[in-house]
Structures are given as structure tokens and as C-alpha cells.
């Protein structure tokens, strides 16, 4: 199959489940917000162990003449898989539906919190530099993969919900298996950019932090 057929199945699947993408999409971005919350409403001495914490990081990176990546690769895939196996598992049943839309809400949250405290410590202008450098290019993937599985989990339930037929059922679970596999490989590959690449990029940069 040539490159403009996947092209075209991939903006077909978006078509035809935009509505499903915004709404993980808006889950999303309102966990980044109650992270970003989370941290604004911080008292004084946990935001000075916040900032400790994070200006340590960063001391110890100066330091750091070379890293063990392969060890942070492997430990990165397997995080990464075993989330996506979560969701997949969790978005296969009726009762794991509100687990999925949890899961991706509190990795929103996350998100929230890190960008937060980065920029607390650091300052505005340096906080969205240092993200830019360590964070964005990993999660050009991530963020996707991990949205197109609840996509995918939202899909399947409602097949469950309001098609009974049992072998329609079970092409649904096949086609949610088949497209947590493929994003499966991209959270590996999110994992590979974030210790190899981005990385490599921090090391160059550290010091201006």
C-alpha cells in the first residue's frame, strides 16, 4: 500500500471520530489545567521543595559527564507500554471506560505540573525554553498515541453499548487491539527521541539553566 492510502485511512479514521478526538483532546488540555492549579495553589514551603528539587535536578545534569541511556531507554519503553497495556486492557470492558478517561486526565495533570514547576523555578522565558528542549519532541508523539488509544476505547464501547451483535463486537476489539499496537510502537519511539535525542539536546543547553 503505497504512502497516500495510509494518508488517506489515517484522515478518514480522524473524519470520521473528530467528535471522540475533541473530547479527549478538551480531557486533556483540562488535566493540564488542574496541574497548572494544582501548583499555583502551592504553599510557600512546597513550592520552595518544588523548586529545590528541580534546581537539583538540573545541578546533577551539569555534573553528569555521560549517561547510561541505554538503561533510560529500556525503563522509559516499559512505562510507556505499560500504560498503553492499561488503557488497551481498561478500554476492552464497559466498567474500564471511566478508568481510561482517569488515565488520561491525570496524564494531562502531570503535564500540567511539570510545565508549572519548570517555569516556577526558572522563570517564565527559561521555564518554556527548558520544556521546549527536554519535553516538546517526545510528546509530538506521545501526547497523540496516548489520545488515539481513548479514541479508540471510547469507539469500542459504544460498538458494546448499542451493537449487540457479537461478531461486530469482535471485529471492534480487533480493530481497538490493532490500533494500540500501532501506537504502542509510537510511545516506544517517544521513548527512544526523549533519551537519545532530547536529551542530547539538554546536555548541549544545560548550562544557560
Request: glycine share 6%; with cysteine.
Amino acid at each position: 500500500m503505497r504512502y497516500s492510502n495510509y494518508k488517506k485511512i489515517f484522515k478518514n479514521y480522524i473524519k470520521n471520530n473528530y467528535k471522540e478526538y475533541i473530547l479527549v483532546s478538551l480531557l486533556f488540555l483540562i488535566g493540564i489545567f488542574i496541574g497548572v492549579m494544582i501548583i499555583n495553589s502551592c504553599k510557600e514551603n512546597q513550592i520552595s521543595e518544588i523548586t529545590t528539587y528541580i534546581n537539583d535536578f538540573i545541578g546533577k545534569y551539569k555534573q553528569i559527564e555521560s549517561i547510561n541511556k541505554t538503561e533510560l531507554i529500556i525503563d522509559a519503553i516499559r512505562r510507556n507500554i505499560f500504560f498503553a497495556l492499561v488503557l488497551w486492557i481498561a478500554g476492552t470492558t464497559v466498567i474500564g471506560m471511566p478508568i481510561v478517561l482517569i488515565v488520561i486526565l491525570a496524564r494531562g495533570s502531570i503535564l500540567g505540573v511539570t510545565i508549572s514547576s519548570i517555569a516556577i523555578t526558572l522563570g517564565t522565558f527559561k521555564g518554556i525554553l527548558f520544556c521546549l528542549i527536554s519535553i516538546v519532541l517526545q510528546n509530538i508523539l506521545y501526547i497523540p498515541a496516548i489520545l488515539s488509544i481513548g479514541v479508540s476505547s471510547i469507539k469500542l464501547y459504544k460498538s458494546i453499548i448499542k451493537d449487540k451483535r457479537r461478531e461486530n463486537i469482535k471485529f471492534e476489539i480487533i480493530r481497538h487491539t490493532l490500533i494500540s499496537g500501532l501506537m504502542i510502537l509510537l510511545l516506544v519511539l517517544s521513548a527512544i527521541i526523549e533519551n537519545v535525542i532530547s536529551a542530547n539536546i539538554l546536555k548541549k543547553f544545560i548550562k544557560y539553566f
